[in-house]
């Protein structure tokens, strides 16, 4: 009998400087959407694995996947797998190289984002396992050109709610069709395109309370930036 797994595979915690999640409000959130785990994802940053171990070790039916998400200068990377994160605020093709090198997969996050995405030139050619094909935060559009890229490029698919709040959190998810069984199978499962990303994408209502909400906790954190400003002519 064939096992669906979702995982929402984009998730911030309070190790990130612009969330203030905790890990009890995530788990929560998870088991309230139905899904079987999460992917902890946050800025430039695996300070939080050792608590993700902790939980791994407390919640045995649950997966709990090691990732980070690194500020490149072309736009951010989603990566999973690897004990350290990559040094932020290089090239995309250097981080790429270190995380080959840690054995991690690489999956351009929210790649048609106007502002911390790569954009249609680099995320039709740059060297990743995946695409991050349904992104919560995201437009449907942007959300649709990802897949369709994915789809062209015959690469893997993921979803992730990108959540740095509890109401966002499982709001979309990866779907893995055939039974997984270890870290390593899913990130596999990953790189042999064996995925399927679902979930919501968020209306212009929500856009726009999840800008004025970022605006505030960036004024509260001095103004300092998550990465790099990233906007690029080859947007559309």
Same mark, same amino acid.
């Given at each position: 009998?064939?096992?669906?797994?979702? =995982? #929402?595979?984009?998730?911030?915690?309070? %190790?990130?400087? #612009?969330? @203030?999640?905790?890990?009890d409000?995530?788990?929560?959130?998870?088991?309230?959407? !139905?899904?079987?785990?999460?992917? /902890?994802?946050?800025?430039?940053?695996?300070?939080?694995? $050792?608590?993700?171990a902790? =939980?791994?070790?407390?919640?045995?039916? %649950?997966?709990?996947?090691p990732?980070?998400?690194?500020?490149?200068?072309?736009?951010? /990377? /989603?990566? %999973?797998?690897?004990?350290?994160?990559?040094?932020?605020? @290089? &090239?995309?093709?250097?981080?790429?190289?270190?995380?080959?090198?840690?054995?991690?997969?690489?999956?351009?996050a929210?790649?048609?984002?106007?502002?911390?995405?790569?954009?249609?030139?680099?995320?039709?050619? $740059?060297?990743?396992?995946?695409?991050e094909?349904?992104? !919560?935060?995201?437009?449907?559009?942007?959300?649709?050109?990802?897949?369709?890229?994915?789809?062209?490029? &015959?690469?893997?698919?993921?979803?992730?709610? #990108?959540?740095?709040?509890?109401?966002?959190?499982?709001?979309?998810?990866?779907?893995?069709?055939?039974?997984?069984?270890? =870290?390593?199978?899913? /990130?596999?499962?990953?790189?042999?395109?064996?995925?399927?990303?679902? !979930?919501?994408?968020?209306? =212009? $209502?929500?856009?726009?309370?999840?800008?004025?909400?970022?605006?505030?906790?960036?004024?509260?954190?001095?103004?300092?930036?998550? !990465?790099?400003?990233?906007?690029?002519?080859?947007?559309?």
């Amino acid at each position: 009998m064939t096992t669906t797994v979702r =995982l #929402d595979l984009h998730v911030h915690s309070g %190790y990130s400087v #612009d969330s @203030r999640l905790s890990f009890d409000q995530i788990l929560e959130r998870i088991t309230y959407e !139905g899904l079987q785990g999460f992917a /902890l994802t946050d800025h430039d940053t695996t300070a939080g694995l $050792a608590e993700l171990a902790q =939980l791994r070790h407390s919640y045995p039916g %649950y997966w709990f996947v090691p990732g980070v998400e690194v500020s490149t200068h072309e736009g951010h /990377l /989603l990566v %999973y797998g690897v004990p350290e994160a990559p040094p932020a605020h @290089r &090239s995309l093709a250097e981080t790429l190289d270190r995380v080959a090198a840690l054995g991690g997969v690489a999956v351009l996050a929210h790649p048609f984002r106007w502002v911390h995405g790569v954009g249609r030139r680099i995320a039709t050619n $740059a060297s990743v396992q995946g695409l991050e094909g349904r992104n !919560g935060k995201n437009s449907e559009l942007s959300n649709t050109r990802a897949e369709l890229l994915a789809a062209r490029r &015959s690469l893997g698919c993921t979803g992730g709610s #990108d959540a740095h709040e509890p109401a966002l959190v499982g709001r979309a998810f990866t779907e893995f069709d055939t039974e997984v069984t270890s =870290l390593d199978d899913l /990130l596999e499962h990953i790189r042999k395109g064996q995925t399927t990303a679902s !979930g919501a994408s968020l209306s =212009l $209502a929500g856009r726009v309370r999840s800008t004025v909400r970022d605006g505030l906790l960036r004024t509260f954190r001095g103004f300092r930036p998550v !990465g790099p400003r990233a906007v690029h002519p080859d947007r559309f």
